[in-house]
Each structure stands twice: as structure tokens, then as C-alpha cells.
């Protein structure tokens, strides 16, 4: 036993796993640098010959580091200001002011028209509301942006969703919202509202809310005056759900705080997107990064979002990411009814989006050639295809837009909408409450041109659809 004992020892001197760790890379390199050091077999000093001389630690150092770096600065996102060309055309942002017209249910002061009027079936002009850029529809609410950056908001003031003192002026009068700032974009969900400002801040003000009520903004309350969201961020984006906000920042990363119910934020697992489990409400409110692959950097170029669900464009490659609600096929996912984290829409994907709308259970899109394009939930004529025995689960176009250039799509709950480049404006889908704006409260099963009073007399800019009415942004034409 002591001679195996011995001869084991001394045969087979294997080192602890420290040591071991120690002398791997160098093994390796010499392993790679060249062949082996052969024994000179002389009589005198034994000496070791070299066929291959190995390269001193400082050359290999010198190559090797180059290449390190090389692949670091490739992929070091690119930092957008909001000036920039890029940004702009994310925006949308249109050449020319104009004015404001509404329809539908206007018992909550959204039409703008004053209290006494409470339903509009055909579009009217809001008074004294001049020199508006940008619109953003909710379920109750407006938001609208003027030329000189200013945010103007009127109807449901019930979760501080208007960001301004109401007891004067009323909820039906359009009023100016105090900002630090001048603004470029604002969004607007069912109680909540957003502004992106020049300088890359947002504010944000109003509430959340999920099946259990009044979920908060930024803590558990709402916030009845703007409040600055992630201020260690500039952000170029930002797009509201009915009761989510998405922001997209200059380095090209998307982030998200609000309800997640559906799967909406993109970042929490079904489990945790209730308000009571854990530190839920938290998680929820605090706003977040989203992360679309693991392992991999995904920059992300442009971003939307739905009722219940977010839109999200790969920068590098022809993919869409979606998540949310999916329960019609209406984010063109496969055998799910939610997606509680980022999924490639094969649907989407492919094609260079120009705006996507996405409503209760149904999205209307249009590509970079004005073609529009409809996918999710048949009932009410909301896809505008006529009579149909199925819901749509492909992209399909819509055939009576098929030979018009459209410049922007909207969808209300159950309604769509679509602007054509010579300013007219196309209208389809449920019309129980005068949303359509025809003068009826017949849904409409296919693409219905609106040629009432007021619309015949003005060039559609843009088109948005809340709850129960519609908001568009129109330019008078020359006489």
C-alpha cells in the first residue's frame, strides 16, 4: 500500500482548481503561438532549443486589443438630439397649422363645443382653437399642440387627465397645460396624457388604471399637473395605450410603466403584472427598460402603441416586436391571447411602417407607399372588408383604399380611419354614438368618404379616434 500510494503521487501531480485556473491561458497561448521546445540531447548544460520563437507578451497584447475595442464601438448605440431629420420623421410632424373639428358623445366636455352640446353625428369646428400641429384622441379626453409648442387639453377631468384647474374655464373649454418648456409631441390614453418636449424631457400627468380601478402614474396617485418621467433620460418617442405609456430614448431603448394586464409593458412576467403581487404597483409605475432579446442588443428604431398592446421596430433588420393583448389575432401572433414579452409579428414584419393604430380588438396600419393595411376583430364593420365569415389573422389591404395614397390611419375602439394625400378623410366601422362622423349612427362595413359641411371645406391633415368621438386636424382651403 505505501509503494502505490507513493507512485501515484508521483506520477500524477494534478493541482488544485486554483492553481489550474492560474496557468490555463498561458498553456493555451503557447499551445497556439508555435510547436513545442525540443531537448537539445548534448553533453553539457541542458539546453532548450526553440523551432517556433513565441511572441513577447507585449506584441500579442498589441493585437489583441485592437480587435476588442473594434467590436466594442460597433455596437455603441448612436445618440439622437431631437432635431435631428430622423426624429422629426418619427413624429410626423406636419408643415402647416390648422383647426380643430370633433364628433360623437360629448357628455364629458370632448368635443370642445361647451357643455350644452352633448352628441355631434356630423364633424363641427372647435372654436377659438387656432394654429394646432398635433392631436392625440382618448377615451375621454384631447390633447392638441400648437405651432409655438403650447399643449391645449379639454374634455373628462375626472383622473386629472386635462393637467390643468378646470373650476374656471370648465372641462369643455380648451385650456393651456403649464410646461417648463416647449413641446414637440404629445399622446393621450383613456386617463392619462403626455408631452415630449424639444429638449428630450417628458411630462406626464392624469392616471392608470386596471381591472381593480385607478392604479396611479408614478406612485399610487394621479397627478393633476404635469410630472417629469425618468429624468436622467432624453427621449425622442413617446406613444400612449389606453392605460400605458411607452418611451422611446436616444440611445435607441424602449421603456414602459403603466397597467401590464394584458402584457402591455413587455417586461414582467404574467404572474407579476398584478397590482397586488409583491411590490407589484411599483413595478408597474417605475418606468423600465424592455429587453427584446437575451443575450443580444436589440436597438430599436421606432415604436407605437395600441389600446392594450405596444409596436416596436428593430433598427438593424425588417422585424416588428409586439406584445399585448392578442386575443383576435389583432398583433399578429400565432395560438396566444396575450404576449407578455417581445415577439417577432411575422405579419408585420417586412414591410417599412409609417403609423400604426391598434383599437380594442382590432389595428389598422399604413406602409411607406400610403397603402393601409387592417388585421384583428370582424364585428361592426371595423375592417372595412364588407360582410365577413372570419376575423382577419394576416394583414390584409384594405380594397377600396387600394388605389388611394393614404398619409395617416387612426383606430377608435371599434372604428378606422384614413387621411388621403389630397386631404380626404375615409371613415368605417362601428357608428353608435356619431364617431363616424357621416350624420348617422349606422356602423359602416366599408371605407365611407365623409363629405359633410364642415369636412368638404378643409384639407384633413390628421385623423384620431377616442372612446366615443373623433378628433381630426384640418387646414381651411383657399378660396
Given at each position: ?165 378646470t373650476n374656471e374655464g370648465g372641462e369643455a373649454t380648451p385650456g393651456l397645460v403649464d410646461l417648463p418648456g416647449r413641446a414637440i409631441q404629445v ?293
Amino acid at each position: 500500500m505505501p509503494s502505490k500510494k507513493k507512485v501515484t503521487n508521483t506520477s500524477n501531480k494534478r493541482k488544485s482548481p486554483d492553481s489550474q485556473t492560474n496557468v490555463a491561458m498561458p498553456v493555451k497561448k503557447a499551445k497556439t503561438s508555435g510547436k513545442k521546445p525540443e531537448v537539445s540531447q548534448n553533453n553539457g548544460p541542458l539546453k532548450i532549443k526553440v523551432t517556433n520563437k513565441r511572441k513577447s507578451p507585449d506584441s500579442q497584447d498589441n493585437v489583441a486589443m485592437p480587435v476588442k475595442r473594434a467590436k466594442t464601438s460597433r455596437k455603441k448605440p448612436e445618440a439622437f438630439q431631437n432635431d435631428d431629420p430622423k426624429v422629426k420623421e418619427l413624429l410626423r410632424q406636419v408643415t402647416t397649422s390648422g383647426i380643430i373639428l370633433t364628433c360623437g358623445q360629448g357628455d364629458t366636455g370632448q368635443l370642445g363645443l361647451g357643455d350644452d352640446i352633448l352628441e355631434k353625428t356630423r364633424f363641427a369646428q372647435v372654436p377659438n382653437l387656432l394654429n394646432i400641429v398635433a392631436i392625440a384622441g382618448s377615451g375621454m379626453h384631447n390633447v392638441c399642440l400648437t405651432d409655438e409648442g403650447k399643449v391645449i387639453t379639454f374634455g373628462c377631468n375626472d383622473e386629472g387627465a386635462l393637467g390643468r384647474d378646470t373650476n374656471e374655464g370648465g372641462e369643455a373649454t380648451p385650456g393651456l397645460v403649464d410646461l417648463p418648456g416647449r413641446a414637440i409631441q404629445v399622446t393621450a390614453g383613456d386617463s392619462h396624457s403626455a408631452a415630449l418636449m424639444e429638449d428630450g424631457r417628458v411630462f406626464v400627468w392624469g392616471s392608470f388604471r386596471d381591472s381593480h380601478g385607478t392604479l396611479g402614474l408614478l406612485t399610487k396617485n394621479k397627478e393633476s399637473a404635469p410630472v417629469q418621467i425618468l429624468s436622467n433620460k432624453k427621449f425622442i418617442k413617446i406613444a400612449s395605450g389606453s392605460d400605458h405609456l411607452v418611451l422611446l430614448d436616444n440611445t435607441r431603448k424602449v421603456f414602459t410603466c403603466g397597467c401590464a394586464e394584458q402584457g402591455q409593458l413587455g417586461r414582467l412576467p404574467e404572474r407579476k403584472t398584478d397590482r397586488h403581487s409583491g411590490r407589484g404597483g411599483n413595478k408597474l409605475l417605475t418606468p423600465d427598460q424592455v429587453y427584446f432579446k437575451i443575450n443580444k442588443k436589440v436597438e430599436i428604431e421606432n415604436i407605437w402603441a395600441g389600446s392594450y398592446a405596444t409596436f416596436a421596430k428593430n433598427a438593424n433588420t425588417d422585424d416588428l416586436y409586439v406584445f399585448g393583448l392578442n386575443n383576435y389575432g389583432q398583433i399578429g401572433l400565432k395560438n396566444c391571447d396575450k404576449s407578455f414579452h417581445p415577439k417577432v409579428s411575422d405579419t408585420f414584419s417586412g414591410r417599412k411602417w409609417v403609423q400604426i393604430s391598434s383599437g380594442q380588438h382590432h389595428t389598422i396600419a399604413l406602409d411607406d407607399k400610403g397603402q393601409v393595411y387592417i388585421l384583428g376583430r370582424k364585428e361592426y364593420g371595423r375592417l372595412g372588408l364588407g360582410i365577413m365569415s372570419e376575423d382577419a389573422t394576416e394583414l390584409v389591404l384594405v380594397p377600396k383604399l387600394s388605389n388611394t395614397k393614404c398619409i395617416d390611419v387612426a383606430a377608435g375602439t371599434a372604428q378606422s380611419f384614413a387621411v388621403t394625400e389630397n386631404g380626404k378623410l375615409y371613415a368605417w366601422g362601428m357608428g353608435s354614438e356619431g364617431q363616424l362622423g357621416t350624420g348617422e349612427e349606422d356602423d359602416i362595413l366599408e371605407p365611407r368618404l365623409i363629405e359633410s359641411k364642415y369636412v368638404k371645406e378643409v384639407e384633413v391633415l390628421r385623423v384620431s379616434g377616442g372612446g366615443q368621438h373623433t378628433i381630426i386636424l384640418a387646414k381651411k382651403s383657399i378660396e
